[in-house]
């Protein structure tokens, strides 16, 4: 038993960082259920071209036809598949969630990088503009972004990119002020490294964590805003299939009431997707937190070695050195 435990040990030890990562991760149940959900869902969305069995804007089959076999969600109220529509309106979902969480991180790394590490009138500029996009209330300055430009996907991807950077902007210039001070950055400054070199090679290699966790509800808030902004008319138009679209079409009394497969799949969807991200972000923060692990440090034996043949092993916060 105790051979096991120090083998275990060992390989803690000659774990990286990622490793580490991974291990902690996967002890978070719920959040392992929710990426493989997530990997079902986005292969079905990538592979919707050959999934659908139909053209998600032919009119395949009767007006508001229940789910059969031919048509397993039934179709909308002109004849469209409903599951061909599902398919690609989740396509567009995550094509939302990634470019516009895409748009809006590297904005936010950009700026709370040159903010944080050069300080002075700079950081008081891009902090004082950060401080003006946040003072709008989110849902009005996207709701005016959305009424001043043509609806459609791509208007929609960059609105909600240009919107949600400056919380992103604010966490990485948190994490450089900090950093510029540690002794590595210190020494690269004296060693007259490049600035370029000093802030992507070694700033923001240490500020990937807490992006990531922060990346992950974006993400779910593009998604759920492009829902909002397509079930009001203002997103993605017809006949392009979107979830919120798809609950536009199907708001009245008759179809909540006696066509409900019209509207309970792609609301499901919108719930199952955002809860999932959520979950996955929640585990990435516990998994990536730095103070879940510590190095514990033993005496060495009379032989010169330590009892598990190491000086120091990286632990889990709470487990007991034999």
Known sequence: ??????????????????????????????????????????????????????????????????????????????????????????????????????????????????????????????????????????????????????????????????????????????NVLSLRETNFVKGSIVAGMPTRHILFSEILPNTVAPILVYATSVMALSMLDEASLSFLGMGVQPPAASLGNMLNSAQSLTVLTRQPWLWIPPGLLIVILVVAINFVGDALRDALDPSAVMTIRRPASAGGSSSSGKSASTREKGEIAE
């Not at 719920?30 to 079905?44: D, E, G, K, N, R």
């Not at 395949?60 to 229940?66: H, K, L, N, Y």
């Not at 989740?90 to 903010?115: C, D, E, F, P, Y």
Request: net charge positive; hydrophobic share 55%; aromatic share 12%.
């Open 1 to 174: 038993m105790k051979k096991d435990k120090v083998t275990l040990n060992d390989e803690i030890g000659r774990e990286n960082y990622w490793q580490t990562v991974w291990r902690r991760f996967r002890h978070h149940r719920l959040a392992c259920f929710s990426l493989a959900v997530l990997a079902v869902i986005c292969t079905a969305a990538v592979l919707a071209p050959i999934i659908a069995p139909y053209d998600p804007e032919e009119i395949a089959g009767p007006f508001g036809a229940a789910p059969s076999l031919k048509f397993i969600l039934g179709t909308d109220q002109i004849g469209r598949d409903m599951f061909s529509r599902l398919l690609y309106a989740t396509r567009i979902s995550l094509l939302v969630g990634v470019l516009a969480t895409a748009i809006s991180t590297a904005i936010g790394v950009i700026l709370g990088l040159l903010g944080g590490y050069f300080g002075g009138w700079l950081d008081i500029a891009i902090m004082r503009f950060t401080d003006m996009v946040m003072s709008f209330p989110y849902i009005l300055l996207v709701l005016v972004a959305a009424a001043i430009f043509e609806p459609g996907l791509w208007s929609i991807i960059l609105i909600l990119g240009f919107v949600d950077w400056p919380g992103i902007a604010r966490l990485v210039r948190g």
